[in-house]
């Protein structure tokens, strides 16, 4: 076995030094930290040792990096039992403490990597570090734009006939499988999603005007993208952003005296699960369905998703939050999927850090 570099028994000491002196006049338990920092996935006191021991310490993964950031945020942490408080119940001076510590000790984490640029790839945006569950909610379909097979009562009735974006729920769905085989995947029409489907992973699929869980869960988290009814577009909703107070529209474009879609809006977007700060919640959206399946594309096909991912861990991994409103080339009808590193493919990007 190799000895550990000098940055990862860095980083090891830092993660000791908040356990002993942050608040020295309290002991902590292996047991009671182990169990405060694994929240709902219960971790073993020797996996929280080996991230601390100076002689051959292990790397935690980031999300228990942040984990620490936020346990060591607020004294609040170990009132009565040692917990690990949700972001959103931190107050605003402990979250710019959670900020600090998270930006640091993931700076200690980086600079601790054996290979950066191959550990960031092999962990992609749709592998998920837990026990989940995952549920995607999808939109569904208005009766008028349903056929016969959409119906009940139909003998060749087929229920995802009802189901809006198909071409990206079948691109999300398989891909999300494989990336986490152990993992229980779902998928739901939202009109079907019960409370216990949004507590995981939340995955929220189309627009607003055929999914109302996407427009309840939308309401319910802080990002600065809004989607809304334009005149000038009747075939779907816009996005609006509002900068040094004016509001910027993002609208599609056509060719052919608008009888084809040349180009569409598409908004992935994550952050803490509202109902579940340990779980994230993951918007795919779009103006049209095309808009959404560039959403999804951007992070599953093959030939492209690397790159994308190193751009989102440079510019946007590092915060709770972020939002990317990209460009959706279709050719011929069919849809390119987004490069964000090609100049002028992404329209707006936000993540938290930024304000």
């Known amino acids: 076995m190799e000895p550990p570099t000098p940055a990862v028994v860095e980083l090891a000491l830092r993660l000791r ?3 002993e002196e942050r608040w020295p006049d309290v002991r902590l338990t292996q047991s009671a930290r182990a169990k405060a920092l694994g929240g709902e ?52 001076d402990e979250k710019e403490e959670c900020a600090k510590l998270e930006s640091e000790l993931l700076g200690l984490r980086a600079a601790a990597r054996k290979p950066p640029l191959a550990e960031e790839v092999a962990v992609r945006s749709w592998q998920f570090l837990d026990t989940g569950p995952v549920t995607i909610v999808c939109a569904e379909l208005p009766a008028n734009l349903t056929g016969s097979f959409a119906d009940p009562a139909d003998p060749n009735y087929t229920e995802l006939q009802s189901y809006a974006d198909l071409d990206a729920l079948v691109e999300l769905h ?9 993992m229980t995947v779902t998928f739901k029409a939202s009109s079907q999603v019960i409370p216990d489907d949004l507590t995981g992973h939340v995955i929220l699929l189309g627009g607003i005007a055929w999914n109302r869980v996407t427009e309840r869960l939308s309401a319910m988290v802080s990002l600065p993208v809004r989607q809304v009814i334009d005149a000038e577009v009747e075939s779907g909703e816009i996005f609006t952003v509002e900068d040094a107070g004016r509001v910027k529209r993002f609208l599609p474009k056509w060719r052919d005296k608008n009888n084809e879609l040349a180009e569409d809006v598409g908004l992935l977007a994550r952050t803490p699960n509202p109902l579940n700060s340990n779980r994230t919640l993951t918007i795919c959206n779009g103006i049209h369905s095309r808009g959404v399946l560039g ?61």
């Open 17 to 19: 030094q908040l356990r």
């Open 174 to 182: 398989g891909h999300i499988r494989a990336e986490n085989p152990a």
């Open 41 to 92: 996935d219960p971790l073993a006191p020797a996996t929280v040792s080996s991230w601390e021991s100076s002689a051959w310490p292990k790397m935690p993964p980031r999300s228990r990096i942040t984990a620490y950031a936020r346990f060591f945020s607020t004294r609040r942490s170990i009132e009565a039992e040692p917990r690990l408080l949700s972001f959103q119940d931190l107050t605003e």
């Open 295 to 355: 959403a999804v594309r951007s992070l599953t096909d093959a030939r492209i998703r690397d790159s994308n991912e190193r751009y989102i861990m440079e510019k946007l991994a590092d915060s709770h939050s972020f939002s990317v409103l990209m460009r959706v080339p279709v050719i011929s009808g069919k849809v390119m999927s987004p490069d964000f590193n090609t100049p002028g493919s992404i329209f707006y990007q936000w993540s938290s850090g930024d304000t």
